[in-house]
């Protein structure tokens, strides 16, 4: 089944509204003719701005991040409503920085992957081993875990996109090759499969979220399981256009 292409951009805690502002502006004529969707997603207070700057193109801009209750004592935390206030439609769910610094686990993804998906927001939910447990043979363990676990309750799983990030391949300029990335998100569609359906499975967008960039993109989105990627430091840059032109 064809599934149609997705590049995300993260832009983690970087950019001001008028470097933003600058970057989505020069960045609009050059992914005009995209064939795949295009993301942003960007700092929660940078969002009505940048809304703002990709008006009119084929850039969505999404957020880093959602709290899964709807209000209340969340000092810091943003609701799915306030990010439906300005349009937003895709959210990343569970970054491996999330789990790193701010204690995200499996249960809390969990929770705010439903609470998402209950408020018609695509959650892109990232899943990911670090070297330690790559290293130790245990990646298809850890990915089992965090699919399951985090996952948890989700009836419709097409709603949702998930990213592999191989947690030792970001931001270290390292990558995975074209060939383990596919082995591994492979076993992740393996994986939903065996927990959804096979036909399910085959409609869920799989993205590489290992430092791809422009040198490494087409290799990569060439992998027949490999439905785009979701970029971060590639994304601060006109670079980016690049890669959401992978096939031309």
Not at 186 to 203: E, G, H, P, T
């Amino acid at each position: 089944m064809s599934r149609k292409a997705f590049i995300a951009g993260n832009w983690k805690m970087n950019m001001t509204v008028a470097s933003g502002t600058k970057l989505i502006t020069e960045l609009k004529p050059l992914v005009k003719e995209a064939k795949c969707d295009v993301c942003l997603c960007v700092p929660a207070i940078l969002i009505p701005a940048m809304t703002k700057a990709a008006k009119g193109s084929k850039i969505k801009i999404g957020a880093e991040n959602m709290h899964w209750a709807g209000s209340g004592a969340y000092t810091g935390e943003i609701s799915a409503d306030m990010l439906k206030d300005y349009g937003v439609k895709y959210v990343i769910i569970g970054h491996s920085e999330r789990r790193q610094y701010f204690g995200e686990n499996n249960d809390t993804v969990n929770q705010r992957t439903l609470a998402a998906l209950k408020n018609e927001l695509t959650p892109i939910v990232c899943i990911g081993e670090t070297l330690s447990e790559r290293s130790a043979g245990d990646t298809e363990k850890v990915l089992s875990r965090q699919l399951e676990f985090g996952l948890h309750g989700v009836e419709d799983v097409k709603q949702l996109v998930i990213a592999y990030e191989p947690v030792w391949a970001i931001g270290t300029g390292q990558t995975a090759t074209d060939e383990q990335a596919q082995e591994t998100i492979k076993f992740i569609r393996k994986k939903l499969s065996k927990m959804f359906s096979v036909k399910d499975a085959n409609r869920v967008r799989i993205l590489y979220g290992g430092s791809m960039n422009a040198g490494n993109c087409k290799g990569l989105m060439a992998q027949p399981d490999i439905d785009g990627g979701l970029i971060g430091g590639a994304s601060l840059k006109l670079d980016f256009a690049k890669i959401v032109n992978f096939d031309k």
